[in-house]
């Protein structure tokens, strides 16, 4: 009796086509599950805080009726918060306001940095002092000492009529006569940084300097 030979079952068809399909797609996604990991940005690191100035320690000097401390205050150090609170004392010199003290420090920044250069620029190659007042203010010493160059200011500030009421910037800008009537906004946080400071350092006993 011949025996019945066994049939051989061939590999179905579409089995190889599934495995023609899906070899390339997962290779691809391996391809491209490699290329996210290699090119996908890196993570910026936290901003840092703005740094503050590092100022020199020194012990706290007396101008006028205020005790200036070393510093920082709103950026500056002890050299120009000295310069600021001479601004205050010819402002108390005057009977002005919190106010106008804060228009006249906010100026000197926007000038001078609260620095006594002893140079112009090229728009005013004579300018001098703290407010970079020119010659037609008068004698280079008094343009020189923050506190008389700052008696000036002062001086032609109280001639603008409702100065009280004017955005600060246009009253800098009327005394001044730069060339962009805003510009000095951009200091005026900081001057009323400073203001706000000095005046927490006055002296109880200090008399303020006569008006003359």
């Known amino acids: 009796m011949a025996k ?47 740094s503050i100035p590092a100022c020199p320690v020194v012990q706290k000097v007396t101008v006028g009726s205020y005790l200036v401390p070393a510093g920082p205050i709103a950026g500056f150090c002890q050299s120009q918060l000295v310069n600021a609170a001479q601004v205050l004392r010819a402002a108390q010199s005057y009977g002005l306001s919190v106010h106008g003290q804060e228009i006249g420090v906010m100026t000197a920044i926007g000038e001078s940095s609260l620095r006594n250069v002893n140079y112009g620029d090229t728009a005013g190659p004579d300018s001098r002092g703290i407010f970079q007042q020119r010659s037609n203010y008068g004698e280079l010493a008094n343009r020189m000492d923050p506190y008389t160059a700052a008696r000036a200011f002062f001086l032609r500030m109280q001639g603008i009529v409702s100065w009280e ?5 246009v009253v800098a800008h009327t005394v001044q006569r730069n060339a962009d009537p805003d510009y000095y906004t951009q200091y005026w946080q900081r001057a009323v940084t400073i203001v706000t400071a000095l005046n927490r350092t006055i002296v109880p006993s200090a008399v303020p300097p006569p008006v003359s």
């Open 4 to 50: 019945r030979r066994r049939s051989r079952r061939k590999p179905r068809r579409d089995s190889r086509v599934w495995l023609r399909v899906l070899v390339p797609v997962v290779l691809l996604l391996v391809v491209v599950g490699g290329a996210f990991v290699l090119l996908r940005p890196v993570a910026a690191p936290p901003l840092e805080p703005p």
């Open 165 to 169: 009421t004017l955005p600060p910037t």
